[in-house]
């Protein structure tokens, strides 16, 4: 195989040297990893040589909490807290399967945003409706496979009655309806971990290593304390990532009152031994202090998903307590309905400037060195992938993004760290590497006909969206109640909002 050489560009390594700092490097890479960084290395036989000169180069960007399934929601909803949303995003009742062609398509669609914009690592908390089945997971791990990606993909799962996850709605709704959601299947602990088995001996590693499977029990209130001990001790065992959607909305901080006799979610998972340095907690908005010292105690993970936090009207993460108590945040987009969009970088802007806003305390307001960190270094190690993604160091696969920096958003090329997260969108990536292979080169995929597929997806869309109007009708029954569960835990006045269908609108009445 023959190397690659980059020469003269200004490279942010990310490691313990030269952190988010830009330095005059050289990189050569071969087999798939860095082999050499330095100044004036010298090309070897074979060797593609890479003009840097007026590049940046970057560690390529872990996107550390996302949801390939909202794919096909993007930019239909807004305006609801996360209970609501939920409804119409993954709605309770009435979902059938969807095909693993689509499946595909829809990873396909998902994955060459995100990897033109930059991201070369997903953590993709893959949750299907009604439930995912092999061929679904086989359907997604092919299309990162086949498109040149770094991926996490989970089996998620929710094994208690969705109605039973969240306070008081089950008093509130039809008793029909609930005997409706307490009726539908859940799986046991033993058959999703059986299930985990089989999908970590098919998945797990493939590509190269590019491809690995995780587990994700969906929450600690969603699924029985036997399932969350069982993953946890699981992923050890494959030394894979356990993601949990932690404390996203106060809704959830009232949740932890209600089923576990006034402990906090995050004290219940540590209680039970479900907490671990393998573990990622999705959001971790509304925590204790001494949640936060047991979250770095375990030297678990939290990704910060500060656009989806934003839309849903979910809160604020509590970046600089999370800092100062030595935790390590990645950096997430969260679904494609969330936060309508895979591009990690608006996610790194976001995070820079959310911070400054809550506290007066200037000393503590995000930096560009921290938001950097959690976008590469920090979100890797989310991801179990430390030791062989996140910075530009010898011996770590050379997964990288180019930037042209004499377009309009770098100029007039101040420092450059900071035209990176504050001025820059991703149109100035002319280049991003995976294991050493261009899979965008100036705006295109190298890897697959991304033309055939998105005709292909553009073909299938009609028929995607009329199963979507559907769905939104059948689970229209259960927002009056969703309503009345969001405004009591929220403090607000009761009344009930009620979601007006094909006006997509929310209407505010009094009872
Ligand atoms: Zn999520």
């Known amino acids: 195989m023959t190397g690659t050489l980059i020469r003269g560009a200004q490279v942010i390594t990310m490691d313990a040297a030269t952190g988010s700092t830009p330095v005059s490097r050289d990189i050569r890479i071969d087999g798939g990893v860095f082999t050499e960084i330095g100044t004036d290395l010298p090309a070897q036989v074979g060797d593609e040589v890479i ?31 996360l209970e609501l949303w939920m409804l119409y995003a993954y709605p309770i009742l009435g979902g059938t399967p969807t095909s693993p062609d689509i499946v595909r398509l829809r990873t396909l669609m998902f994955a060459m945003e995100s990897m033109k914009n930059g991201v070369t690592t997903l953590v993709d908390d893959v949750l299907e409706t009604p439930g995912q089945d ?57 058959e999703y971990l059986d299930y985990s088995r089989t999908a970590f001996e098919r998945h797990h590693g493939a ?38 959607h932690v404390l996203e909305t106060k809704t959830q901080a009232v949740t932890g009152d209600e089923l576990y006799g006034g402990q906090t979610l995050v004290e219940h998972l540590d209680g039970i ?9 999705a959001h971790g908005i509304w925590v204790t202090d001494e949640d936060i010292e047991r979250i770095a105690r ?26 100062d108590a030595g935790v390590n945040l990645g950096l997430g987009t969260d679904g494609c309905s969330s936060s309508d969009t895979p591009r990690l970088m608006e996610v790194m802007k976001t995070a ?45 696969r050379a997964d990288l993004v180019m930037f042209d920096t004499e377009t309009l958003a770098f100029l007039p090329t101040n420092r450059l760290e900071n035209h990176l997260v504050y001025s820059e969108n991703g149109s100035s990536i002319v280049r991003v590497m995976v294991d050493g292979v261009t899979t965008v080169l100036d705006g295109r995929l190298t890897l697959i006909d991304e033309d055939a597929v998105i005709a292909s997806f553009r073909a299938e869309m009609p028929g ?4 979507q109007d559907r769905l939104d009708r059948v689970n229209d029954a259960f927002a009056p109640a969703f309503s009345r569960m969001y405004e009591q835990a929220s403090g607000m006045p009761t009344a009930v909002n009620r979601w007006t269908g094909d006006e997509r609108t929310w209407v505010h009445q009094p009872v």
């Open 352 to 396: 820079a400037l959310l911070h400054k806003v809550t506290e007066p305390d200037l000393t503590r307001w995000s930096t560009v060195d921290e938001v950097l960190r959690a976008a590469t270094i920090g979100g890797a190690r989310s991801a179990v992938l430390d030791g062989s993604v996140g910075s530009i160091e010898v011996g770590k």
């Open 464 to 467: 995607i969206r009329e199963e």
């Open 273 to 281: 031994g479900a907490m671990s340095e393998r573990t990622t907690f």
């Open 207 to 244: 590509a190269g290593g590019r491809v690995r499977y995780m587990l994700a029990p969906s929450g600690p209130q969603r699924c029985t304390d036997d399932l969350l001990v069982g993953a946890t001790e699981l992923a050890a065992e494959y030394d894979a990532e356990v993601h949990i």
């Open 298 to 323: 375990r030297g678990t993970s939290v990704s910060h998903n500060a656009i989806s936090n934003l839309k849903l009207g979910s809160g604020v993460l509590p970046w600089r307590r999370y800092h």
């Open 134 to 190: 092999l061929d679904q997971l086989a359907a997604v791990a092919g299309a990162y496979e086949s498109i040149g990606i770094r991926a996490n993909v989970s089996g998620h799962v929710i094994n208690r009655p969705f109605v039973d996850t969240l306070p008081f709605v089950a008093d509130w709704l039809p008793d029909d309806l609930v005997r409706q959601v307490r009726a539908q299947p859940v799986l046991s602990a033993d």
């Open 51 to 81: 003009d840097g000169t007026g590049m940046l180069v970057t560690p390529g960007f872990v996107n550390a909490h996302t949801h390939s399934w909202e794919y096909l929601y993007k930019g239909r909803y807004d305006n609801m807290p």
